[in-house]
């Protein structure tokens, strides 16, 4: 019997003019979320501290630099990749970025939105990163509109 291995990820919720960045799965990236939007982040190497990983995984993703909040929740997900079950662990940031970032997407990704969080079911969002918005709004992070 072969265990599920088990990560630890980041999830940045990087917030600008009070809108939330997402970021959309190009076609040629391997994983079950293709064409859907997810946030900026990823799995935490070896030795690597959360807000280390942040910043890595957001410079790889969007070319950003960001400043890293406070931690506001965790969620745990198991998604199947490369048919075999993983057991993540994620913790979401509330992060800031400076007023007008230039957004250089990686080859994983192919589209990005600002959103107004409170809208965030009217895109293809990931599954398990709805969990996350709906903390996100219930702490009181919504837009000014």
């Given at each position: 019997?072969?265990?599920?291995?088990?990560?630890?990820?980041?999830?940045?919720?990087?917030?600008?003019d009070?809108?939330?960045?997402?970021?959309?799965?190009?076609?040629?990236?391997?994983?079950?979320?293709?064409?859907?939007?997810?946030?900026?982040g990823?799995?935490?190497?070896?030795?690597?501290?959360?807000?280390?990983?942040?910043?890595?995984?957001i410079?790889?993703?969007?070319?950003?630099?960001?400043?890293?909040?406070?931690?506001?929740?965790?969620?745990?997900?198991?998604?199947?990749?490369?048919?075999?079950?993983?057991?993540?662990?994620?913790?979401?940031?509330?992060?800031?970025?400076?007023?007008?970032?230039?957004?250089?997407?990686?080859?994983?990704?192919?589209?990005?939105?600002?959103?107004?969080?409170?809208?965030?079911?009217?895109?293809?969002?990931?599954e398990?990163?709805?969990?996350?918005?709906?903390?996100?709004?219930?702490?009181?992070?919504?837009?000014?509109?």
């Amino acid at each position: 019997m072969t265990s599920t291995p088990h990560y630890s990820a980041v999830r940045a919720f990087i917030v600008r003019d009070d809108k939330v960045l997402i970021i959309r799965e190009s076609q040629q990236y391997n994983s079950p979320n293709k064409g859907k939007y997810d946030l900026p982040g990823g799995k935490i190497a070896p030795n690597e501290s959360p807000e280390e990983c942040l910043h890595r995984e957001i410079k790889e993703e969007t070319g950003m630099s960001i400043i890293i909040g406070e931690p506001f929740c965790t969620i745990i997900w198991e998604p199947i990749v490369n048919d075999q079950e993983q057991h993540i662990t994620g913790t979401f940031y509330v992060c800031t970025t400076n007023p007008s970032p230039n957004i250089i997407l990686s080859n994983d990704h192919d589209n990005y939105l600002w959103i107004d969080p409170k809208k965030y079911l009217d895109y293809p969002i990931i599954e398990t990163n709805k969990p996350a918005f709906e903390e996100y709004l219930s702490r009181g992070h919504q837009s000014k509109e």
